[in-house]
């Protein structure tokens, strides 16, 4: 699998698992988050990473990722 297609496949995880969409022009953005959080998991590499978080064996990974690639943004009716 190519290093295009694993991030593609954690792009799938994510809407997956939390709704949000990554849209394309972001995929390389989410390859370089994809590539910390395989090193702070230790992980070989992104592919390992990926197969691990979607096998579910990194525990609470998730709470990790998420709010790395989501945009915090709230409206207040002032």
């Known amino acids: 699998m190519t290093t295009s297609e694993v991030v593609q496949r954690l792009a799938h995880l994510i809407e997956e698992v939390s709704g949000n969409a990554i849209p394309a022009g972001h ?19 992104v592919a390992a990473y990926v197969e691990a978080l979607g096998a579910g064996l990194l525990g609470d990974e998730w709470r990790s990722l998420l ?12």
């Open 27 to 45: 995929l390389p953005f989410l390859a370089e988050i994809a590539a910390r959080r395989a090193a702070a998991c230790e992980r070989r590499d």
């Open 67 to 78: 709010p790395l690639i989501t945009v915090k943004e709230s409206y207040l009716f002032r």
